[in-house]
């Protein structure tokens, strides 16, 4: 079975620190796609990065970088200079071949000012 | 502007009280998908359609049904809903391998 582990529930940084926010998964594809999605109070669902399993190098978007370590099953966020903006759920995200999506139970992040 | 819509926002009934949300998308994506959200679960995937009348389950169908007669359009229906689905709906689109566009998702409260 395909399983997207979060294993914080909440977070919590100093504005303009870095964090990380750990995911893991399970899958017995050779082939997926993985994201970060950010979910601020309004609801809505925002992509934060994308990367898919077959490249080695880290996807990065400005302050948000990943790092995708696949031996292990592992794809963290680290957001750097972190902004009050950033406050948000966080949900790491699993597509596979079948076109069947999973999602971790999410990690709420806090941001002090 | 692209974006996926859905209607209503937000909907309390009763229970056994047939229901449908609405969800339309103008990318002309091929594949849309519908989630739940509880707290602690994250999303949970209900139904996803690769294209026009091809549907498929997702991890948590049971008292769901969908239907893809037009590309834009993926309605979700509960014919007979239960206290149990009372629950966040989002509503999703994309190409294939990319990521999901999101609707505003949809609140709804079954009494």
């Known amino acids: 079975a395909q399983t997207v582990t979060q294993s914080q529930p909440e977070m919590s940084v100093q504005e303009a620190e870095t964090v990380t926010l750990s995911c893991t998964y399970d899958t017995s594809e050779s082939d997926y796609y993985l994201f970060w999605y950010k979910q601020p109070p309004s609801r809505q669902m925002i992509l934060v990065i994308r990367q898919e399993a077959y490249k080695q190098q880290n996807a990065t978007e400005n302050r948000f970088s990943v790092n995708f370590q696949k031996a292990a099953k592992s794809f963290s966020l680290k957001i750097s200079d972190s902004q009050l903006g950033d406050a948000a759920m966080y949900f790491c995200a699993m597509g596979d071949n079948f076109n069947k999506f999973y999602f971790g139970s999410g990690t709420k992040l806090n941001v002090k000012p | 502007e692209a974006q996926v819509t859905q209607n209503p926002r937000y909907l309390i009934t009763v229970t056994g009280k047939k229901l449908t949300v609405t969800c339309s998308q103008n990318?002309?994506?091929?594949?849309m998908s519908w989630y739940r959200q509880d707290p602690g679960l994250g999303l949970r995937q209900i139904y996803y359609?690769?294209?026009?009348?091809?549907?498929d389950k997702g991890d948590v169908p049971e008292g769901y049904k969908v239907s893809r007669k037009e590309k834009r359009n993926f309605p979700l229906i509960l014919e007979s809903p239960s206290p149990n689905q009372t629950s966040l709906y989002f509503c999703a689109s994309s190409l294939f391998g990319y990521e999901q566009y999101f609707g505003p998702g949809t609140r709804l409260t079954v009494t």
């Open positions: 359609s690769m294209n026009v009348e091809v549907t």
């Open positions: 990318m002309n994506h091929e594949y």
